[in-house]
C-alpha cells in the first residue's frame, strides 16, 4: 500500500479531488454501460409475454365489438399502404 | 425502333451528359451559385465584428477565418447536393444507368463544385483582403481553397448521399461530415499561415493534393452505395 | 470452423452462445476491473512530476485504447454486414456504437479532469485529447444517422458505410492533429507521454486496458442479445425464452 | 429468349413481409399486368424487378436486356427544357440528336414546347415529357409504374400503341394499373393476392 492511512488516501496530497472525480464518473457511466442492457432484455421479456397473453386471449372465439376491431385494424393498416 | 446495332453510350458520353446536366440546372438557379459567395462574404464581415477591428489581430487569424467559413458555405451547399435529384426520381433513374452509379455521381459532384467551391475560391482573394491577409499568401489561398474545396465537396457528397433521404437531414449531414472535414481544415489553414511567413506552403499544399487524389478516388465508392441505400430507405 | 461462423449468424444460436458467453466474462471483468482499480490507485508509486493526478492515467487509458478499437470494431461489424449481407453484423454494429460513444466520452471526461491539476485549465488542445473529441464526434455521427433512419435495415446499411468511411479517415485526422499540434506548440510536454513509464505502473495499466476490453466484449454481447429478442419479437424461439410455451 | 427470370422473389418492407416465393418469366413479345389489392406491394415488386430496391428483396432476379423504368416521379430536372432533359436524361441508353426529340415530343403532341422549362408545364404535359422517352430507348425490357395515371384518353390510347408496338418488335413490357385487362387477350396477368405473406 503507497499510503499510510484513509486520509492519505482522501486527500492524495491535494489531487484527491481530481482522482476521485474522474473515477467516479467512470464507475457510474461503466455501470449504466452494463445495467443498460441487462433492463432493456426483462422490460422486452415483460412485454414479449404480454403480447403472448393477449395473442391468447384474440385465439378464443371473441365477443362481437373484439373481433370487428381486428378487422377495421387489419383494413386500416391495408390502406394506409400508399402504393402497394 | 430499337435496332441494337447503334453504338450504345460509352462511359465517357454519360459523364459527360451527367456533368451538363447538373451544371444547366444549377446554373438555372443563380441563386444557388450566389448563396455561398454571399453567405462567404457575410460571415467574413461577422468575424471583424466579433473580434474587433484592430487591424494587427485580424491578419494574424485571416487564414483560419478564412479556412473555417469555406468550410462552412461548403456544408452548407453540400446538403443540396444530391437533394433535387432523389425528389424528382433522376436518382433512381442513375442507378438503371448501364454504366457504375459511382461514376456518374461523380460527375454530379464535379459539376456542383464548379458551381460553389470553385466559385468561391476564385473570389477569395476579396474577402482576404478584408481581413487584411498579406498579399504575399493570396496565390497560396486561392490553390488551398481551390484543392480543399474540392476535398469538402467530395466528402460533403457522401455526406448528402447518406442523408438525402431523410427529411430535415441538413442538421444530421453536418454531424457526420465535420470529423471528416478537419484534415482539410487543418493541411489549408497551416498552408496559409506558411505563407504569410514565407515558409514552405508547398508541403501542405501537397498534403491537400494528396487528400484530394485519395477523395477522387475513394468518395464515389462510398457515394454509390449510400445513393443506393438512400433509394431503399426513401 | 465454418459451422461455428455459420452458427453465428443464426439468432436463437448466437442468443445462447452470447448468454453463456457473459455469464463467466461479465464477473471476469468485474474482478479485473475491481483488482487494477486497487492496484493502479493504491498500491501503485504517484508519476514524480505530477503527483498522485497521475492515476487517472489508470482509466483514462485504457478508455481511449478501447474505444478507438471499438470504432474499428464497429467498422468491421459494417463491412460484414455490406460485403456478405449478413443480419447479425447489422445487430454487432447497432450494439457497440453507442458503446464506444461512452467509452471515449469517458476518455474525454477523464482527460479534462487529470488536465486540471497539470495545466490549471479543465480543456487542453493536447493532441491526442482534441483527436480523442474527434473520434466522439465520428460516433455520434453513426449514432445520430441510425436513429435518423426510418428503414432500419437501411440505417444499419447507412451506418456501415459512414463507419468505413470513418475508419479510412481516422489515420489521416490522427496524424493531422499531431502536426497540427506540434506546428503551434512544438515546446510543451507530451500529455501521456511516451517516456517509459515504470513497470509499477504498467502493470496496472495493462491488467484495465484489458479488463476496458472484456468490459466492451460484454456490453456489446448483451447489446446484441437485447436486440435480437426485440427483432425477433414474433418468433417462437423468443416466446419459448420467456417461457410462454 | 426470356428477357426476365424472376425465381422465388420474397419482397420485405421494413421488417414486414410482402410477398414471398414470386416466380416469373417474361419472354421477348410478352406483355405482363402485376394485379392485387392495393397496398399487396405491386409498386415494391416493380421496383425489385427492374433493380431499383435491393434491400429487403430476397431471391433471384436476372435480366437479360438493358431496362427502362418509369414509375410516379417524371425523373425531370424543372429547370431544364423538354429538348435538355431528354438530351441528358441519366438513364439514356443511346446518341441522340434534336431532330429525334423534336418528332419524339411531337408524336406526344407536345410540338412547340421544346424549349419551355418543363417546371412551366401542366402536370398532364410533364407526364408525356417522361413518356416520350419511351420512343429514344434501345431498352428491350420496359417497366412501367401506373403509366396511364394522369393521361387523358388520347394519350392513354398513345401510349398503348407505344406499348403494343414494342411488344410487337419483340420487347417486353411489366407494368401496373388500376384498370384491369386493359389489353385483354394480349396480356398476361400476375395475380399477387396468390403469394402475399403473413
Known amino acids: ?84 | ?234 | 470452423m465454418w459451422s461455428f461462423i455459420h452458427k453465428l449468424g443464426s439468432p436463437p444460436w448466437f442468443f445462447r452462445f452470447g448468454g453463456s458467453l457473459v455469464r463467466w466474462l461479465l464477473p471476469l471483468t468485474l474482478i479485473l476491473l475491481l483488482v487494477g482499480a486497487f492496484w493502479g490507485l493504491l498500491v501503485a508509486p504517484p508519476d514524480f512530476r505530477q503527483g498522485n493526478s497521475y492515476r487517472i492515467i489508470y482509466i483514462h487509458v485504457p478508455a481511449a485504447v478501447v474505444a478507438l478499437a471499438g470504432y474499428y470494431v464497429m467498422a468491421l461489424a459494417g463491412a460484414i454486414s455490406l460485403i456478405w449481407r449478413i443480419k447479425m453484423a447489422d445487430i454487432a454494429m447497432k450494439a457497440a456504437a453507442p458503446v464506444g460513444a461512452v467509452l471515449t466520452g469517458i476518455a474525454l471526461v477523464t482527460g479534462a479532469i487529470w488536465g486540471k491539476p497539470t495545466w490549471g485549465t479543465w480543456w487542453v488542445w493536447d493532441a491526442r485529447i482534441t483527436s480523442m473529441l474527434i473520434l466522439f464526434f465520428l460516433y455520434l455521427g453513426v449514432v445520430a444517422l441510425f436513429e435518423a433512419y426510418e428503414n432500419k435495415a437501411a440505417a444499419a446499411k447507412a451506418c456501415a458505410v459512414l463507419s468505413l468511411v470513418g475508419t479510412v479517415n481516422i489515420p489521416i485526422i490522427y496524424k493531422s492533429v499531431d502536426w497540427w499540434y506540434s506546428l503551434h506548440q512544438p515546446a510543451s510536454i507530451k500529455f501521456t507521454g511516451e517516456s517509459a513509464i515504470d513497470a509499477s505502473m504498467l502493470y496496472p495499466l495493462l491488467l484495465m486496458i484489458v479488463a476496458f476490453y472484456g468490459l466492451f466484449a460484454v456490453t456489446v454481447v448483451m447489446n446484441m442479445r437485447a436486440e435480437l429478442i426485440w427483432h425477433h419479437r414474433q418468433s417462437a424461439w423468443v416466446r419459448q425464452w420467456a417461457g410462454l410455451d | ?198
Open chain 2, 1 to 234: 425502333m430499337s435496332a441494337s446495332d447503334q453504338p450504345s453510350l460509352s462511359l465517357g458520353a454519360s459523364f459527360f451528359r451527367q456533368f451538363l446536366r447538373h451544371g444547366k440546372a444549377l446554373a438555372a438557379s443563380p441563386a444557388d451559385l450566389l448563396n455561398p459567395l454571399l453567405f462567404f462574404f457575410m460571415v467574413v464581415t461577422l468575424f471583424p465584428l466579433g473580434l474587433g477591428p484592430d487591424p494587427e489581430r485580424l491578419s494574424q487569424m485571416a487564414p483560419g477565418i478564412l479556412w473555417v467559413v469555406a468550410l462552412l458555405a461548403s456544408l452548407m451547399v453540400s446538403g443540396k447536393l444530391f437533394a433535387s435529384d432523389f425528389e424528382d426520381g433522376s436518382l433512381e433513374q442513375l442507378c438503371l444507368a448501364q454504366h457504375p452509379l459511382a461514376i456518374l455521381a461523380l460527375a454530379e459532384v464535379l459539376a456542383h463544385w464548379l458551381g460553389t467551391g470553385f466559385l468561391l475560391a476564385l473570389v477569395s482573394p476579396v474577402f482576404a483582403l478584408m481581413v487584411g491577409l498579406p498579399i504575399q499568401a493570396l496565390p497560396v489561398l486561392v490553390i488551398s481553397l481551390l484543392l480543399g474545396s474540392l476535398c469538402l465537396t467530395l466528402i460533403g457528397a457522401v455526406g448528402s448521399a447518406l442523408t438525402v433521404s431523410i427529411r430535415r437531414g441538413g442538421l444530421l449531414l453536418s454531424l457526420i461530415i465535420i470529423p471528416l472535414h478537419v484534415p482539410v481544415l487543418i493541411f489549408g489553414s497551416t498552408a496559409v499561415v506558411e505563407a504569410t511567413r514565407d515558409g514552405n506552403a508547398v508541403s501542405w499544399l501537397a498534403l491537400l493534393a494528396a487528400l484530394v487524389l485519395a477523395s477522387l478516388a475513394l468518395a464515389p465508392l462510398a457515394i454509390g452505395a449510400a445513393l443506393r441505400i438512400s433509394l431503399d430507405n426513401g
Open chain 4, 1 to 198: 429468349m426470356s428477357l426476365l427470370i424472376a425465381t422465388e422473389v420474397a419482397i420485405e418492407r421494413g421488417d414486414r413481409p410482402l410477398l414471398r416465393g414470386v416466380s416469373l418469366c417474361v419472354e421477348s413479345g410478352e406483355l405482363w399486368q402485376l394485379v392485387g389489392p392495393n397496398g399487396v406491394g405491386k409498386s415494391s415488386l416493380m421496383r425489385a424487378l427492374a433493380g431499383l430496391a435491393r434491400l429487403g428483396v430476397e431471391g433471384a432476379i436476372r435480366r437479360q436486356a438493358a431496362a427502362l423504368f418509369i414509375g410516379h416521379s417524371s425523373a425531370l430536372k424543372r429547370a431544364l427544357t423538354p429538348l435538355d432533359n431528354l438530351r441528358l436524361h441519366p438513364a439514356c441508353d443511346m446518341p441522340v440528336d434534336d431532330q429525334q426529340i423534336a418528332r419524339a415530343l411531337r408524336s406526344v403532341s407536345l410540338a412547340g414546347y421544346e424549349s419551355v422549362p418543363v417546371g412551366a408545364l401542366s402536370a398532364g404535359q410533364q407526364r408525356r415529357v417522361a413518356l416520350a422517352r419511351l420512343l429514344i430507348t434501345r431498352a428491350r425490357l420496359w417497366f412501367l409504374d401506373e403509366p396511364f395515371t394522369a393521361l387523358d384518353t388520347a394519350g392513354c390510347e398513345w401510349l398503348e400503341q407505344q406499348i403494343t408496338g414494342h411488344v410487337a418488335s419483340g420487347g417486353a413490357v411489366v407494368f401496373t394499373s388500376h384498370q384491369q385487362s386493359r389489353f385483354g387477350a394480349r396480356q398476361h396477368d400476375l395475380d399477387l393476392a396468390r403469394y402475399v405473406s403473413l
Open chain 1, 1 to 84: 500500500m503507497y499510503f499510510d492511512s484513509i486520509a492519505a488516501v482522501i486527500d492524495m496530497n491535494g489531487h484527491g479531488l481530481y482522482v476521485w472525480l474522474a473515477y467516479a464518473i467512470t464507475v457510474t457511466l461503466l455501470f449504466w454501460l452494463l445495467w443498460a442492457p441487462l433492463r432493456q432484455l426483462r422490460v422486452r421479456r415483460l412485454w414479449v409475454i404480454a403480447e403472448g397473453h393477449r395473442r391468447a386471449v384474440s385465439d378464443e372465439p371473441q365477443s362481437e365489438s373484439a373481433h370487428q376491431r381486428d378487422e377495421a385494424d387489419k383494413t386500416f393498416s391495408d390502406s394506409s399502404e400508399t402504393q402497394g
